[in-house]
């Protein structure tokens, strides 16, 4: 149908709470509310692709070929669900999300699966043109885990009036990171920040 998708398989998306990447299904629903409105609603779930693990994948196997000695030698298999819904006009956009990762370990000696909340995120983001030349954007997301707000931020991008393309942006950024052991980004230090940038 036209308003309507239907996915099946590994396929990646971006909403307000950033990029998911897993083997699933999704089913998108985009109904036009008039004449320069539109809306969209999507549903989607299935098995995290970037923190996949099993018994052919690399990290089940050490240096020299052999397998790794670990009560969980099967991999932490993660699975997520969520949704998002949103507006968007001519000059500016709305979306909010939703997204819930759960872990499956699966021990080997006592063959119990144990089911452990990973992470679970609700998000808004929203953007918009201001005059001609202006283009304010702002997203934050909630953590439950944390009990807090892990990610805010605001950017805005000046056009400046001349013949070349040239631009000015600037914002500020609010991060509470959460330790990922599959992220080479933790190498880094996850420490939380406050930041203000600009670029031309």
Do not use: C, K
Request: proline content about 3%; aromatic content about 10%; glycine content about 12%.
């Amino acid at each position: 149908f036209r308003p309507m998708q239907l996915r099946v398989g590994r396929q990646f998306g971006m909403d307000a709470l950033g990029v998911r990447d897993f083997d699933g299904a999704s089913l998108l629903f985009r109904p036009r509310l008039g004449s320069q409105v539109r809306g969209h609603v999507e549903l989607w779930g299935g098995r995290d692709v970037q923190l996949e693990s099993g018994r052919y994948d690399a990290d089940a196997w050490d240096v020299q070929g052999l397998p790794v000695d670990s009560d969980f030698n099967d991999g932490a298999n993660a699975w997520i669900v969520g949704g998002r819904a949103g507006l968007s006009w001519t000059r500016a956009s709305l979306d909010v999300a939703y997204l819930r990762r759960e872990y499956v370990l699966t021990e080997v000696d006592d063959e119990l699966d144990e089911r452990v909340l990973g992470e679970e995120r609700v998000g808004a983001a929203m953007s918009g043109v201001v005059g001609r030349s202006v283009t304010v954007s702002t997203q934050g997301s909630y953590h439950t885990i944390l009990d807090d707000v892990d990610r805010a931020g605001v950017q805005m991008t000046w056009r400046l009036p001349f013949d070349i393309a040239t631009h000015l942006s600037t914002g500020l950024e609010y991060v509470v990171p959460v330790f990922d052991s599959s992220s080479i980004f933790n190498l880094f230090g996850a420490n939380p920040r406050q930041s203000a940038w600009l670029s031309g």
